[in-house]
Nanobody, 122 residues
Framework: QVQLDESGGGLVQAGGSLRLSCAAS????????MGWFRQAPGKEREFVAA????????FYADSVKGRFTISRDIVKNTVYLQMNSLKPEDTAVYYC???????????????WGQGTQVTVSS
Protein backbone atom coordinates (compact mmCIF):
# COMPACT_ATOMS: atom_id res chain seq x y z
CA GLN A 1 0.00 0.00 0.00
CA VAL A 2 2.97 2.34 0.42
CA GLN A 3 3.54 4.29 -2.77
CA LEU A 4 5.84 7.05 -3.99
CA ASP A 5 4.18 9.34 -6.52
CA GLU A 6 6.51 11.45 -8.66
CA SER A 7 5.81 14.48 -10.81
CA GLY A 8 7.54 17.48 -12.36
CA GLY A 9 9.53 15.96 -15.18
CA GLY A 10 9.53 17.43 -18.64
CA LEU A 11 11.51 18.97 -21.46
CA VAL A 12 13.74 21.96 -20.83
CA GLN A 13 16.57 23.71 -22.64
CA ALA A 14 20.10 23.62 -21.32
CA GLY A 15 20.49 26.12 -18.51
CA GLY A 16 16.85 25.86 -17.54
CA SER A 17 15.21 24.53 -14.40
CA LEU A 18 12.75 21.89 -13.28
CA ARG A 19 11.33 20.94 -9.91
CA LEU A 20 10.53 17.33 -9.14
CA SER A 21 8.14 16.25 -6.41
CA CYS A 22 7.64 12.89 -4.74
CA ALA A 23 4.82 12.27 -2.28
CA ALA A 24 4.73 9.18 -0.09
CA SER A 25 1.32 7.69 0.55
CA UNK A 26 -0.13 4.59 2.13
CA UNK A 27 0.29 3.83 5.81
CA UNK A 28 1.88 7.17 6.55
CA UNK A 29 5.43 6.03 7.25
CA UNK A 30 8.00 8.80 7.60
CA UNK A 31 11.15 7.42 6.02
CA UNK A 32 14.52 8.20 7.53
CA UNK A 33 15.95 8.87 4.08
CA MET A 34 14.28 10.05 0.91
CA GLY A 35 16.18 10.79 -2.24
CA TRP A 36 16.55 10.70 -5.97
CA PHE A 37 18.29 8.43 -8.44
CA ARG A 38 18.40 8.67 -12.21
CA GLN A 39 18.98 6.35 -15.12
CA ALA A 40 19.90 7.44 -18.62
CA PRO A 41 19.36 5.18 -21.65
CA GLY A 42 21.98 2.46 -21.76
CA LYS A 43 23.45 3.43 -18.40
CA GLU A 44 23.17 2.15 -14.86
CA ARG A 45 21.08 3.87 -12.25
CA GLU A 46 23.04 6.44 -10.27
CA PHE A 47 22.57 8.39 -7.09
CA VAL A 48 21.58 12.04 -7.43
CA ALA A 49 20.58 13.46 -4.06
CA ALA A 50 19.08 12.52 -0.70
CA UNK A 51 18.02 14.08 2.57
CA UNK A 52 17.60 12.74 6.07
CA UNK A 53 14.31 12.97 7.93
CA UNK A 54 15.44 15.86 10.09
CA UNK A 55 16.26 17.97 7.05
CA UNK A 56 19.66 18.97 8.40
CA UNK A 57 21.74 16.67 6.20
CA UNK A 58 21.69 16.71 2.42
CA PHE A 59 23.78 14.57 0.09
CA TYR A 60 24.55 15.15 -3.57
CA ALA A 61 26.37 13.46 -6.38
CA ASP A 62 29.41 15.44 -7.48
CA SER A 63 27.88 15.87 -10.92
CA VAL A 64 24.91 17.85 -9.58
CA LYS A 65 26.28 19.57 -6.50
CA GLY A 66 25.80 23.32 -6.71
CA ARG A 67 23.04 22.97 -9.30
CA PHE A 68 20.45 20.75 -7.61
CA THR A 69 18.80 21.28 -4.25
CA ILE A 70 16.85 18.65 -2.33
CA SER A 71 14.26 19.47 0.31
CA ARG A 72 11.64 17.63 2.36
CA ASP A 73 8.29 18.53 3.79
CA ILE A 74 7.75 16.08 6.64
CA VAL A 75 4.15 17.12 7.23
CA LYS A 76 3.29 16.37 3.61
CA ASN A 77 5.71 13.42 3.52
CA THR A 78 7.08 14.82 0.28
CA VAL A 79 10.57 15.26 -1.11
CA TYR A 80 11.51 17.79 -3.79
CA LEU A 81 14.40 18.20 -6.17
CA GLN A 82 15.01 21.67 -7.55
CA MET A 83 17.19 21.31 -10.63
CA ASN A 84 18.88 24.44 -11.95
CA SER A 85 21.44 25.02 -14.68
CA LEU A 86 20.41 21.79 -16.33
CA LYS A 87 22.75 20.14 -18.79
CA PRO A 88 22.04 17.66 -21.59
CA GLU A 89 23.86 15.00 -19.56
CA ASP A 90 21.17 15.38 -16.88
CA THR A 91 18.71 13.76 -19.28
CA ALA A 92 17.39 10.61 -17.62
CA VAL A 93 14.46 9.01 -15.90
CA TYR A 94 14.49 10.28 -12.33
CA TYR A 95 13.31 7.96 -9.57
CA CYS A 96 12.23 8.88 -6.10
CA UNK A 97 13.40 6.45 -3.42
CA UNK A 98 12.93 5.98 0.31
CA UNK A 99 14.26 3.82 3.13
CA UNK A 100 14.66 3.63 6.89
CA UNK A 101 18.43 3.16 6.70
CA UNK A 102 21.28 5.60 7.23
CA UNK A 103 23.31 5.27 4.02
CA UNK A 104 21.73 7.82 1.67
CA UNK A 105 24.20 7.52 -1.22
CA UNK A 106 24.03 3.73 -1.50
CA UNK A 107 21.59 2.14 -3.93
CA UNK A 108 19.79 -0.18 -1.53
CA UNK A 109 16.50 1.64 -1.22
CA UNK A 110 13.54 -0.75 -0.89
CA UNK A 111 10.88 1.76 -1.95
CA TRP A 112 10.78 3.40 -5.37
CA GLY A 113 8.60 5.64 -7.44
CA GLN A 114 7.64 4.91 -11.02
CA GLY A 115 10.07 7.44 -12.48
CA THR A 116 9.63 10.75 -14.26
CA GLN A 117 11.38 11.69 -17.49
CA VAL A 118 13.67 14.71 -17.57
CA THR A 119 14.96 15.74 -20.97
CA VAL A 120 17.43 18.59 -21.44
CA SER A 121 17.99 19.81 -24.97
CA SER A 122 21.17 21.46 -26.22
Amino acid sequence: QVQLDESGGGLVQAGGSLRLSCAASGRGFIYNVMGWFRQAPGKEREFVAAMMRTGDSAFYADSVKGRFTISRDIVKNTVYLQMNSLKPEDTAVYYCAAKFGTTPTIDNYPYWGQGTQVTVSS
